[in-house]
C-alpha cells in the first residue's frame, strides 16, 4: 500500500485546512484510513480515522473541527480540519492499516503552515 | 489520555553497539504498543507491534519487549541506517497516543 498526501502548504488563520490521501497497491485488507499530524519540534498526535464502512473515530481534543471521510471509488480520503490557528501548523501524515491498532502504513506527510 | 514518556531524549552510539529505547505509559496498556521507525524525508515505518511482534521486513536485529506500563525496543547491533527517531504508541486507549520520541545518533 502507498499513500501519498496532496493539497495546500499554506492555508490562513481561521480558514480551514483541506488535505487528501491517494491510495494505491493492494489494499484490500487494510479497513481504517487515519490522519496523524507533527507540530515542528513536536511529537505525534493522532487526529482520527475513517473505517471503510465510513464510521468516524476522532480524538477529542479537535472533534469539534475535524471530519475525515472516503471516496473509495477514487482511492482517496480526505481530511477536513476547521478554523485553523498558528498551532495547527503540523506536518500531516496520512496512514492506513487493517486493525485499529497499529498504522501500518505511512504517506511521507508534507508540512502545513498556518500563516496570513 | 495515556500520556507515553520515552527515554532517552538522544542516544548516540557507534555501529555495532547496542541501543536500548525506553518506553512508560502513564497507565497500564496491557500489550497494545507499537514501535515506529521516522527518517528524514521518509514515510514512518511500523517495526513492532503488540509489543514485541516485529513488523514484516523489519530486521531482526529489532526487538520490542515489556507490558502493563513499561516497554523497550532494542537494536542489538547498530547498522548506520539505523540513524532515526523511533516512536512508541499505545492501542489501549483512546485517543491512540505517541511518545515524544528518541533520536538515535550513529557516531
Known amino acids: 500500500v502507498q499513500l501519498q498526501e496532496s493539497g495546500p502548504g499554506l492555508v490562513n488563520p481561521s480558514e480551514t485546512l483541506s488535505l487528501t490521501c491517494t491510495v494505491s497497491?493492494?489494499?484490500?485488507?487494510?479497513?481504517?484510513w487515519s490522519w496523524i499530524r507533527q507540530p515542528p519540534g513536536k511529537g505525534l498526535e493522532w487526529i482520527g480515522y475513517?473505517?471503510?464502512?465510513?464510521?468516524?473515530n476522532y480524538n477529542p481534543s479537535l472533534s469539534r473541527r475535524v471530519a475525515i471521510s472516503l471516496d473509495t471509488p477514487r482511492k482517496q480520503f480526505s481530511l477536513t480540519l476547521r478554523s485553523v490557528t498558528a498551532a495547527d501548523t503540523a506536518v500531516y501524515f496520512c496512514?492506513?492499516?487493517?486493525?485499529?491498532?497499529?498504522?501500518?502504513?505511512w504517506g511521507q506527510g508534507p508540512l502545513v503552515t498556518v500563516s496570513s | 489520555e495515556i500520556v507515553l514518556t520515552q527515554s532517552p531524549a538522544t542516544l548516540s552510539l557507534s555501529p555495532g553497539e547496542r541501543a536500548t529505547l525506553s518506553c512508560r505509559a502513564s497507565q497500564g496498556v496491557g500489550g497494545c504498543l507499537a514501535w515506529y521507525q521516522d527518517k528524514p524525508g521518509q514515510a514512518p515505518r511500523l517495526l513492532i507491534y503488540g509489543a514485541s511482534n516485529r513488523a514484516g521486513g523489519i530486521p531482526a536485529r529489532f526487538t520490542g519487549s515489556g507490558s502493563g506500563t513499561d516497554f523497550t525496543l532494542t537494536i542489538s547491533s547498530l547498522e548506520p541506517e539505523d540513524s532515526a527517531v523511533y516512536y512508541c504508541q499505545q492501542c489501549d486507549n483512546w485517543p491512540r497516543t505517541f511518545g515524544q520520541g528518541t533520536k538515535v545518533e550513529i557516531k
Open positions: 475513517v473505517f471503510y464502512r465510513g464510521t468516524t
Open positions: 497497491g493492494d489494499f484490500r485488507n487494510t479497513d481504517y
Open positions: 496512514a492506513a492499516a487493517g486493525n485499529p491498532h497499529y498504522f501500518d502504513f
